[in-house]
C-alpha cells in the first residue's frame, strides 16, 4: 500500500487563505477550520459567534457561506495538486460540523485540470457597491455563469425586464423593511467598523457604497441613522443585470451546494472581468423569499439575488489572519 503524501504547512495556509477569501454575509466569516494530520481531513465547522439571529435565524445565509468558502478550498486543493473529497454534513451528531475535505492522494500530472482563471480569480473577487455602466455582459459568459451554477447542484436564472423589476421590487420591500426594524437595523449596523479599526471582521465604512440618486436600485444601507457616514448619491446603471441563484430542496446540505454553485458563479464572472454584488435583503423575510419563488419552476427555493456588471473595483473587506498550524483550529 502506498504511503500517504503528507500536506506540508505552507500548502495548507494557501487552501486556508483561499477559503477565507469567499464572501460572507455582512463579512462575518462564520467558519472554522481543523486539521486532523492523521487522516489530513480539514473540518470546516461553524463558528455560532458570528451569525445573525435576527437577519438570519436558521443560518441559511452562514450555510452559503460556509459553501463558498468549501468550493474555494476544493479549487486551490486541486490548484497545488491535491484530491479534494468534500463530505457535506459528515456527523448528524455534530451538527456544527459543516462539511469534512480529505485531501487524498496527490493528483498524478495528467489529472490536473487546468480551470478557467477561477483560482486567480479568487482572491480578485470582492463585492462592488458601486455603479456598473450598463454595458450587457455578453451571452457566452452568462452562459459559462449559468452552466457553473448547474455543475455545483443550483440553478441560475437570469431574468428578463419584468423580472428584474419584480425581484428589485421585492429586495426595496425588504430594505425598508430592515430600516424601520430597530432591532434589525441595529444587528445590521453592529457589523460595521470605523476606518483603522483592529478586527478582521465586518465592514468597514469605506467599502460601503453611495446610494442610487435615481432610487432603482435598492442597494443595502448599513448605517441608517448614523451621523458623517452617509456618502453622496449618485447615478446606478439604469438597465439592472441580476440572476437569481436558486434550488430544487430547502435543506441544510442544500444550502451548502448553493454556496459552492453561488462562489463558482462569482468566479467565472470575474475571471472574465464581470464584478458582482450580493442582494440578500428579500431572502432574509420568509414571506418576500416566498415571493422570489419562479411561477414555473414548482421546486424553486431562491438562495440569493447577484447583481453583476462592469464598473470600478469596490473596496476590499478584511479577512482574519490564519496563523495555523496542523491540529488547531481557526
Request: include cysteine; glycine fraction near 6%; proline fraction near 10%.
Amino acid at each position: 500500500m502506498r504511503a500517504q503524501a503528507v500536506l506540508d504547512a505552507a500548502t495548507l495556509e494557501s487552501l486556508l487563505a483561499a477559503a477565507v477569501a469567499a464572501p460572507s454575509i455582512h463579512n462575518t466569516q462564520p467558519w472554522r477550520f481543523r486539521l486532523d494530520p492523521d487522516t489530513q481531513v480539514l473540518q470546516v465547522r461553524s463558528a455560532p459567534e458570528r451569525t445573525l439571529p435576527l437577519a438570519d435565524p436558521v443560518h441559511r445565509a452562514q450555510y452559503l457561506s460556509v459553501g463558498a468558502a468549501v468550493f474555494n478550498l476544493r479549487l486551490a486543493a486541486v490548484h497545488w495538486g491535491w484530491r479534494p473529497e468534500v463530505r457535506l454534513l459528515p456527523d448528524p451528531n455534530d451538527p456544527g460540523l459543516l462539511a469534512a475535505v480529505r485531501l487524498a492522494d496527490p493528483l498524478r500530472a495528467d489529472e490536473r485540470r487546468s480551470d478557467p482563471g477561477l483560482y486567480e480569480a479568487i482572491q480578485r473577487r470582492h463585492t462592488s457597491r458601486m455603479p456598473f455602466t450598463g454595458r450587457p455582459v455578453p451571452e457566452p459568459v452568462l452562459a459559462e455563469m449559468t452552466t457553473a451554477a448547474h455543475a455545483a447542484g443550483a440553478r441560475l436564472h437570469l431574468p428578463d425586464y419584468g423580472g428584474t423589476r419584480r425581484l428589485l421590487r421585492l429586495t426595496a420591500a425588504a430594505e425598508e423593511r430592515g430600516q424601520v426594524h430597530p432591532d434589525r437595523a441595529a444587528e445590521t449596523r453592529s457589523w460595521i467598523t470605523a476606518p483603522g479599526a483592529d478586527t478582521p471582521y465586518g465592514i468597514p465604512v469605506t467599502a460601503l457604497g453611495p446610494p442610487d440618486a435615481g432610487r432603482r436600485l435598492p442597494m443595502r444601507d448599513f448605517t441608517g441613522p448614523l451621523p458623517g457616514v452617509h456618502r453622496p448619491a449618485v447615478w446606478f446603471e439604469r438597465h439592472v443585470q441580476l440572476a437569481l441563484l436558486w434550488t430544487t430542496h430547502d435543506r441544510r446540505q442544500d444550502w451548502l451546494r448553493a454556496g459552492q454553485a453561488l462562489q463558482y458563479v462569482l468566479l467565472t464572472a470575474t475571471a472574465h472581468g464581470v464584478r458582482t454584488s450580493l442582494m440578500h435583503q428579500a431572502m432574509e423575510w420568509p414571506d418576500l423569499r416566498a415571493a422570489a419563488v419562479l411561477a414555473r419552476h414548482k421546486r424553486c427555493h431562491p438562495q440569493m439575488l447577484i447583481r453583476f456588471g462592469y464598473g470600478p473595483e469596490g473596496p476590499r473587506t478584511p479577512r482574519r489572519d490564519l496563523g495555523l498550524s496542523k491540529g488547531t483550529g481557526l
